[in-house]
């Protein structure tokens, strides 16, 4: 018996229901009558098709948790394999840093053309360099040379010149730090960089 034959039993059930009522409209009465028999041969309790029962939930409970592990361990996993070789920095002059005067700046990139940095000759005739990114949603820091520090315009961070640690403000750890050399003749180059939570590694 195909689904057609009995949808249109069941709709010439309801039909002569209505023609024996003395009601033109069908009822529901009518209704639940004529289509019993359809019911009995689909049955369908909507009470148990909305219930999830504690297996399903344990077996999804399990399922999201190995999932959740495993993306977590491989990410873990990734970043101890890549700790464990040392990142090789190839040297680059600082162009123009010989002539900085005291208590200015300049920009350069490293260790890629695309990195921004920022090479700093204090008031105490010092260099020191930075990645150029605040630490607090990137925006490009600049040398303040009144205050002799280290400031982001966007939401007022400010870093010490010296150490680019975080002298007050929203940034949550001090600037990247630069390595750099000075070398015969008064040239300045970076040799190396490291996050701004491993200074002390430097």
Known sequence: MNSNYLNEK???GVLAADRESTNEISGEINVQTAT???QAEFPYERDEESQVTRREFCNFLFLTSSALFLGSAGFAGKLAYNASF????TPLKIEGAEALAPGSALNFRYPEEKDTAILIRAADGGYYAYEQKCTH???PVYYSKPNDRI???CHEGG???HTGSVLYGPPPRPLGLIAIEVR???EVWAVGKAAGDKHEST
């Open 36 to 38: 019993a028999p359809y």
């Open 151 to 153: 400031e982001c315009p």
């Open 184 to 186: 015969n003749g008064g």
């Open 159 to 161: 870093f010490d010149v």
């Open 137 to 139: 949603l990137t925006c």
């Open 86 to 89: 040392e990142q090789k920095f």
């Open 10 to 12: 069941t709709v010439e």
